[in-house]
């Protein structure tokens, strides 16, 4: 029996195109592979299932902010060795890595900007930057940007992704929980509003002080949010814990936050509180009250 005639190739081998590393991207949410600009163009949430995969503070100037332009406040502050603390690495070391790599020289924005036109006092955090972890220069902007937005007769809004107090800092980092709400029950005070989006992960110090005390407090779909991980309290309290614990949906339906809201209708969202906000605010001035 004869052998079966070769095929001869129908395109030359060196005319062969490989995509280049990063073109697709699979869904965390549904598994399905998309273009990665699709993921982009759609900032960061999957047409298919609506999954929300993080978005970073450009990405969100970008989405929410007039023109995408932030007037950036206290830029030039960055953090120091207060303990000269060390482990595998020192920490310097490792703040060197965390600016490299997120382009930002801490793990938080703060600035003046407009949605819709109307002025806010805008902060937002940086997860790549050591997972969003509160030292004392995140703090000290927090808190200057509540006080700012009093001085400057500003609504705020605060965008929140972080692991937490920073170790690195120790007590420091704890005393600027302290130290925040301090500045922002001065903000209320003046009756200023405050918005607060609770983005994923909001965890730690941040979510155990000023992260859940906006005035009104928006959630991403799905995001996890808490103090402690709940393997630790599991541990702790030797039970399981019931399905969908910390998240926000869980959060919603006890009360802890007041909406669960999409990215893309966030911009939305917010202008629309701050305009209901605002106008409180602005008759309690004219009737002479300051809270």
């Known amino acids: 029996m004869p052998w079966p005639e070769k095929k001869p190739p129908e395109s030359d081998a060196a005319e062969k195109k490989t995509l280049g590393k990063g073109v697709f991207r699979k869904c965390d949410g549904c598994g399905e592979t998309l273009a990665s600009d699709t993921f982009v163009a759609n ?35 960055e953090p120091s060795d207060p303990l000269e603390f ?3 690495k020192t920490y310097p070391e490792r703040i060197a890595a965390a600016q490299r790599t997120s382009r930002a020289k801490e793990a938080a924005e703060i600035g003046r900007a407009s949605i819709h036109g109307e002025p806010i006092a805008w902060a937002a955090f940086i997860f790549a930057f050591m997972g969003g972890s509160m030292g004392s220069v995140v703090g000290e902007k927090i808190a200057r940007l509540f006080e700012r937005a009093t001085a400057e007769r500003l609504p705020v809004v605060l965008l929140q992704a972080s692991g937490g107090a920073r170790m690195q800092e120790g007590i420091l980092s704890l005393m600027q929980m302290a130290k925040t709400v301090a500045a922002l029950e001065r903000l209320k005070a003046a009756a200023l509003p405050f918005v607060s989006v609770l983005l994923h992960p909001t965890t730690g110090g941040v979510a155990a002080s000023f992260a859940l005390l906006g005035d009104v407090n928006f959630a991403e779909p799905g995001a996890l949010i808490g103090f402690a991980g709940p393997r630790v309290i599991e541990s702790t309290i030797r039970q399981k814990l019931p399905a969908g614990f910390q998240r926000s949906e869980f959060l919603l339906a006890h009360g802890m936050v007041d909406r669960i809201v999409s990215r893309l209708e966030m911009k939305a969202q917010v202008a629309t509180v701050l305009g209901h906000l605002g106008s409180r605010r602005d008759r309690d001035r004219a009737n002479g009250h300051s809270g």
């Open 43 to 77: 900032h960061e949430v999957c047409p298919q299932c609506g999954r929300h995969h993080k978005l970073g503070a450009a990405g969100w100037r970008g989405l929410m902010l007039d023109d995408g332009v932030l007037d950036e406040w206290d830029g030039h502050l």
């Open 86 to 88: 060390a482990d595998d």
